[in-house]
């Protein structure tokens, strides 16, 4: 499987950053599979954004439940996030992954486990 993110890559502060994920060589309704979004901003470690589960549940760190949300479109195999009221704080490089039940708690935790698309840099700025 292989995943891409796509998105801009400037947002201005308080606007909503979008981001898609497309999956190739793959199904986004294969069960088993957890499709996440993770970020790093600059100089830190990676944190676990949320994700969408094979029957279209999401579920998201609760540091940043009441700004985001995830969704798909099966028929595209893609899923988005949207995170809304950026700060400069949202600058980070964001990745989506497809995880495995085996690994979701490594990566909910700030690790690697499973299929991750090359990230793309997302800045906040005026």
């Known amino acids: 499987v292989q995943l891409q993110e796509s998105g801009p890559g400037l947002v201005k502060p308080s606007q909503t950053l979008s981001l898609t994920c497309t999956v190739s060589?793959?199904?986004?309704?294969?069960?088993?599979?957890?499709w996440s979004w993770i970020r790093q901003p600059p100089g830190k470690g990676l944190e676990w954004i949320g994700y969408?589960?094979?029957?279209?549940?999401?579920y998201y760190n609760p540091s940043l439940k009441s700004r985001s949300s995830i969704s798909r479109d099966t028929s595209k195999k893609q899923f988005t996030l949207q995170l809304s009221s950026v700060t400069p704080e949202d600058t980070a490089v964001y990745y989506c992954?497809?995880?495995?039940?085996?690994?979701?708690?490594?990566?909910?935790?700030?690790?690697?486990?499973?299929?991750w698309g090359q990230g793309t840099q997302v800045t906040v700025s005026s």
């Open positions: 992954a497809r995880v495995p039940t085996e690994g979701l708690s490594t990566v909910v935790a700030g690790g690697r486990f499973g299929s």
């Open positions: 060589g793959g199904s986004i309704t294969t069960s088993y599979y957890y």
């Open positions: 969408i589960n094979s029957g279209g549940s999401t």
